[in-house]
């Protein structure tokens, strides 16, 4: 071999030594970099990807990262959540004022769905379903049973627009099953439950919640009670646990004067906000008047905090629950999200409305409203206590209170006079409702006689409804004891006429016939008398 030819060889050698040894260079840097990726992110990534890669058993990752979200959030505040994918529609549902579905509002009763009501100019108003029909059967499926739960069968019926859903229905009176097949449209989520003259030239407003549609709502509801020549109001807000502030803000602006402090928030991150009226609300000059309780929360609280402090009117009821904080829902890739807190909100006088909490004791802080009833706050103003420097002047000089919650200008004690174990029973049961739709459906064609609340009302104020109902709760396994009953009569047949009034007028049958008596509606009645 001559000089040339091995001069070539070495160098082909050298090249090929040269090539492994770049490749296991290349290869090693390769593998600490997707180690280096695997581990750029957090802490909690890099044991994830540990754990899929390396674990000894198989292991459920998006399980475990599930649970792991879930924890993480527990650690914070009570109210920042972790809202699986699977669960998102529904929650965000509740607040976007509409959803898609059939149209019904169903109750379980006996493993069986019964249709309550069906929603006018819905799907299954428009195929034919009536109030008191049972679901039996689901797309050909047999659905009654212990296997029938409220989420299940809202899986069931609500589905994408335009999609169909076959339904087995049984109806009081026809032995054959009958079959209908029904095409899921939008369905409005109100949240002014409802809007009646309570007393001549009184406007009352009941909101649920404060969703997408609130404030359309409530306007809508002013127009018509004003139509009726309504020019005092009072603002229901008991048992509303908030939704969106904005909502709360613009329905605050209809009754202030201009430049006033609505609310502010600030945090972190988050840089002041302020809330003004513009001055140009629709009800300024008229009397008002905000029922509140331990459940009313979030934008409840804000708006009757600037009522309070602006000197607008009364808040009448209990002391609030105490939610000031803000949040922000941040969707994440896979489509969960969390509802992150980033600010607290303070209401004109400076007051932060959030009752104290410790991180990650959300156990502790949910027992708030049963420490409350154990302690009398809900049955005495006098069990409330409130430090000096929580004090803080309205705009007129008042003094109200932070310290958690709204506190009321006019205190209304719980009413246990008319509460008796019967009574309880038959309540925790749902013998009262169980009963009220049991008549509606042995006499629902006298009754769609009846077309407003007082009609219902004289009519069933004429019937023998306590002893039915006695004989019925009897049949239950509930020993009828007199004496108690006779103590809560007035309770019981209040609750018997206004469950009865609603499935067959709904809400607008329901209210009027709850609040008849109601010690909270009939002090802000007295005070707006004054």
Partial sequence: MNKKNLLLVLIVFLAIISGVILGNLLSRRANSSGFSRMLSHSKV????????????????????????????????DPHTVYIPASDLENVNNELEGSFSGIGVQFNIQNDTIMIVAVISGGPSDKVGLLAGDRIVRVNDSVFVGKKVTNEKVMKKLRGKNGTKVKLGIKRHGTREILHYTITRGEIPVNSVDIAYMIEPHVGFIKV????????????????????????????????????????AINMVNEFLPGGRMIVYSKGKAYPRSEAKSDGKGSCIKFPIVVLIDEFSA?????????????????????????????????????????RLTVARYYTPSGRSIQKHYVKGKGQDYEMDIMHRYMHGEIDSKDSIHVADSLKFKTFGGRTVYGGGGIMPDVFVPRDTSEYTPYLNKV???????????????????????????????????????INDFVAFSTTKGVVANWKQIKVSKRFLLMQLNAYISRNILGDS??????????????KALESLSK
């Fill in 45 to 76: 990534d890099d044991l994830l990807s540990i754990i899929n890669a390396q674990y000894v058993d198989t292991v459920d990752v998006k399980e475990l990262t599930e649970e792991l979200m879930t924890d993480l959030t527990s650690k914070l």
């Fill in 208 to 247: 649920s919640k404060f969703a997408a549609t609130t404030y359309t709502e409530f306007l809508n509801a002013i127009a018509t009670l004003r139509s009726q020549g309504a020019t005092k109001y009072i603002i229901d807000l008991r048992e509303n646990s908030g939704g969106f502030m904005e909502q």
């Fill in 298 to 338: 979030s934008a409840s609280e804000i708006f009757s905090g600037a009522i309070q402090d602006n000197d607008r009117g009364l808040i009448i009821g209990r002391r609030s629950f105490g939610k000031g904080l803000v949040q922000q829902q941040l969707t994440l890739p896979d489509g969960s999200a969390v």
């Fill in 427 to 465: 309540i925790n049961y749902g013998y009262l409702y169980q009963f009220a739709f049991k008549y509606v459906d042995q006499n629902r064609d006298k009754l769609k006689a009846f077309r407003t609340w007082q009609q219902m009302d004289k009519y069933l104020s004429s019937q023998n409804l």
């Fill in 509 to 522: 049958g329901f209210y009027p016939l709850l609040y008849k008596d109601d010690k909270t509606v009939r």
